[in-house]
Nanobody
Framework: VQLQASGGGLVQAGGSLRLSCAAS????????MGWFRQAPGKEREFVAA????????NYADSVKGRFTISRDNAKNTAYLQMNSLKPEDTANYYC?????????????????WGQGTQVTVSS
């Protein structure tokens, strides 16, 4: 499955952005979908994951209550709604797909990756 992330941009602290991850090649209904981010000089880190049906989600503690992951299998797209953004959320955001059960937060569990979309939060 090929993934294409979009929706990044420059936003002031406290603002919101919605990222999209459009898939092609295969239906995402068979995949757990995840979002990760990587800031300059730092390792890529887990942000959120959503189960195949969308019934279950998993979030990093740093984004709980502010970010919401969702999916529309009919549109073959996953989303990340980001509210109350902080400067420390600045990073390149990546979507990923895992062909396995559960809600993995480990990068190594994801076989398919899209290119990143840059999110910059100004103070």
């Amino acid at each position: 499955v090929q993934l294409q992330a979009s929706g990044g941009g420059l936003v002031q602290a406290g603002g919101s952005l919605r990222l999209s991850c459009a898939a092609s090649g295969r239906t995402i209904s068979s995949y757990v979908m995840g979002w990760f981010r990587q800031a300059p000089g730092k390792e890529r880190e887990f942000v959120a994951a959503i189960s195949r049906s969308g019934a279950s989600t998993n979030y990093a503690d740093s984004v709980k209550g502010r970010f919401t992951i969702s999916r529309d299998n009919a549109k073959n797209t996953a989303y990340l709604q980001m509210n109350s953004l902080k400067p420390e959320d600045t990073a390149n955001y990546y979507c990923a797909a895992a062909f396995r059960p559960g809600l993995p937060s480990d990068i190594l569990e994801y076989e398919n990756w899209g290119q990143g979309t840059q999110v910059t939060v100004s103070s």
